[in-house]
């Protein structure tokens, strides 16, 4: 964790709020919004958004995480549940991934910073389509061009607006795809009809075993996967490693599309990482 510390505080609070984050550059680079819906249980939503002239997709995915913990450390909250539909953000903030591209490392200690002051904090990828809100905030203060705004609403929340902003997500339905390897096709089949209800326990269950592709480095992978699936998985996990970026090679060579094949590898490292830290903690209390 970073020793820097950017002192927003009031008198912390017993409380539980969930933050949810997002961001977009129309461009990318190009003008941009950011965005935080900061949900209170039995009190008023908060809605919190800022106008960029010029930033990245993930420039303005960091500002909308860095806008709802300001504003969750202004109200005194103690415990925050950070939740977006960035992977980069994510990940980067929990370790996971490695913060490579310079013009994010200070977004990312700026983050870090904010999230020491809480007592406590979970960070949590969600899909797109669970993040409406924050999204459509996201795209208005795009579309206002104004600085930093927050406006409370009723606990109901704000009303759900389709996105106008497509993001990478969108793009994948039109990437080249790979016929499942047999052992696999119908689970893959059953996860990419059921996808945008797929849960975490449908992407644990589907486990290759030692295959073709297992043995397989990065360098090999990448003579094997269009160049266009590359390029998007690129853009989509801008600062995932080497050996991320072969897991995510594989799912695909197995049959599995890009978008899911990112995601199989997400579920995949945060179970890895939930027994890893629970390992530490019984060790611990040896």
Do not use: C
């Not at 073709?212 to 853009?235: C, D, G």
């Not at 897991?247 to 990112?262: E, F, H, M, S």
């Amino acid at each position: 964790m970073n020793n820097q510390s950017v002192n927003l505080t009031a008198k912390k609070t017993n409380s539980k709020l969930t933050i949810l984050f997002d961001g977009g550059s129309r461009g990318n680079p190009g003008i941009a919004g950011a965005a935080a819906i900061i949900k209170q249980p039995g009190a008023q939503t908060i809605s919190v958004s800022k106008f960029f002239p010029h930033a990245t997709n993930n420039e303005a995915e960091y500002n909308g995480a860095i806008l709802g913990l300001e504003k969750a450390l202004e109200i005194g909250a103690g415990q925050v549940v950070l939740k977006g539909d960035s992977q980069l953000v994510i990940n980067q903030l929990k370790g996971t991934w490695r913060v490579k591209t310079p013009h994010l490392r200070p977004l990312w200690t700026k983050a870090k910073s904010l999230l020491n002051q809480f007592d406590s904090v979970k960070l949590e990828w969600i899909p797109r389509a669970q993040n409406s809100e924050a999204d459509a905030a996201a795209n208005q203060a795009m579309d206002q061009r104004k600085g930093v705004s927050a406006v409370r609403n009723k606990a109901t929340g704000l009303p759900k607006v389709q996105p106008s902003l497509p993001k990478l997500a969108d793009q994948f339905s039109e990437l080249p795809k790979v016929k499942p390897v047999p052992k696999l096709a119908n689970q893959i089949s059953e996860l990419i009809a059921d996808a945008k209800n797929a849960k975490l326990k449908d992407f644990l269950k589907l486990k290759s075993g030692r295959d073709e592709f297992t043995s397989k480095r990065l360098p090999t992978l990448k003579e094997m996967v269009p160049a266009s699936v590359q390029n998007a998985i690129a853009s989509a996990m801008a600062d995932a490693d080497d050996s991320t970026l072969a897991k995510v090679y594989r799912w695909y060579l197995r049959g599995l599309p890009a978008d899911l094949a990112i995601r199989k590898v997400q579920v995949d490292l945060e179970v890895s990482e939930k027994i890893i830290e629970r390992r530490k903690k019984n060790q611990q209390t040896l």
